[in-house]
Nanobody, 123 residues
Framework: VQLQASGGGLVQAGGSLRLSCAAS????????MGWFRQAPGKDREFVAG????????SYADSVKGRFTISRDNVQNTMYLQMNSLKSEDTAVYYC?????????????????WGQGTQVTVSS
């Protein structure tokens, strides 16, 4: 199983980025997917999650209204559209897959992880 996160970069505060997570080696539509992030010196935290068919999504309060998670089960890819970025969004962003019906916010429950992509927001 491989999850390949991409799309990170350096952006000014107020700008936008779109992250992608390409999955292979698993039946993508059998998995709920999530985005997590980890800033230096901090624990990994839940950002957003989506059920297997995209029918339900969940967001951390800190990103609600600014970030949008989506998925394409034909392309085996998940996305995170990030708008109105803030300096506190700076972190390494990870995608993860969980063979569960619901979106879970606990990192330990996820089965597979991508390698992470760096997002840096300058103020």
């Amino acid at each position: 199983v491989q999850l390949q996160a991409s799309g990170g970069g350096l952006v000014q505060a107020g700008g936008s980025l779109r992250l992608s997570c390409a999955a292979s080696g698993l039946t993508f539509s059998n998995y709920a997917m999530g985005w997590f992030r980890q800033a230096p010196g901090k624990d990994r935290e839940f950002v957003a999650g989506i059920t297997w068919n995209g029918g339900s999504t969940s967001y951390a309060d800190s990103v609600k209204g600014r970030f949008t998670i989506s998925r394409d089960n034909v392309q085996n890819t998940m996305y995170l559209q990030m708008n109105s970025l803030k300096s506190e969004d700076t972190a390494v962003y990870y995608c993860a897959a969980d063979r569960a019906t619901l979106v879970l916010r606990t990192p330990e429950r996820y089965d597979y992880w991508g390698q992470g992509t760096q997002v840096t927001v300058s103020s």
